[in-house]
């Protein structure tokens, strides 16, 4: 969930770049405002918490034996996601590039072609609406994953060869294919071994 801008100070996205490796909280910088991605208190959400980052867990182990010997980057929730031609940076959980560009810089990820973000309760409202307009941005950008962290639920954005977004969505038993990176699995290695907490 991104919050209205706080008195942060004003900085070009380089500058914001260096600032923002010296901060304990996660924030975005979109057209020159600085945001803090506020996140829920664990005493309220600590089942959840610990399953989002369980469920985080098995995806990078899902990506990475993927492409053990493949050109791809993986950026995790510390990498930034930059979209081009903007002065947007933004936070994800993953996102996967194999763009020759990419190799060029080493704090953030311009043209990924998958990301990923396992959603809580406060986030989930800015991952599917404002969030996705920004990451629609990128024209590179095929895949736009949305991982529940309360029930065995996977909401998939694809963009066709026409360019249209389609939403594919996903429940127990399913197998997910992710076209970007050439990659099926089954839904449940996503939440092998989770107790899920249902959010009312």
């Given amino acids: 969930m ?3 801008p706080e008195p942060f100070p004003t900085l070009t996205p380089e500058e914001y770049l260096v600032w923002e490796e010296q901060q304990l909280e996660k ?3 979109i057209h020159g405002q600085i945001y803090e991605l506020h996140r829920p ?4 959400v600590q089942a959840n918490s610990i399953n989002h980052d369980q469920i985080c867990d098995q995806l990078a182990i899902l990506l990475k034996s993927h492409w053990m010997e493949s050109p791809w980057i993986l950026g995790n929730a510390n990498t930034t996601v930059r979209i081009p031609g903007t002065q947007i940076d933004l936070g994800a959980d993953y996102s996967v590039t194999c763009d020759d560009r ?3 810089t080493t704090q953030y990820i311009t043209y990924p072609c998958l990301i ?7 986030t989930e409202s800015y991952d599917r609406g404002g969030k996705f307009r920004l990451y629609c941005q990128n024209p590179v ?3 736009y994953l949305l991982v529940s962290s309360t029930s065995i639920e996977v909401d998939l954005y694809h963009k066709n060869e026409a360019g249209d977004w389609l939403i594919l969505n996903y429940q127990a038993g399913d197998e997910i294919e992710l076209k ?3 990659l099926k699995f089954a839904i449940d290695e996503l939440y092998r071994g989770l107790v899920l907490t249902p959010e009312v």
């Fill in 141 to 143: 950008l095929q895949d």
């Fill in 2 to 4: 991104i919050a209205a």
């Fill in 27 to 29: 924030h975005e910088y």
């Fill in 180 to 182: 970007s990176i050439g």
């Fill in 102 to 104: 990419d190799k060029t």
């Fill in 41 to 44: 208190k664990c005493s309220e």
């Fill in 116 to 122: 990923v973000e396992v959603l809580s309760k406060s």
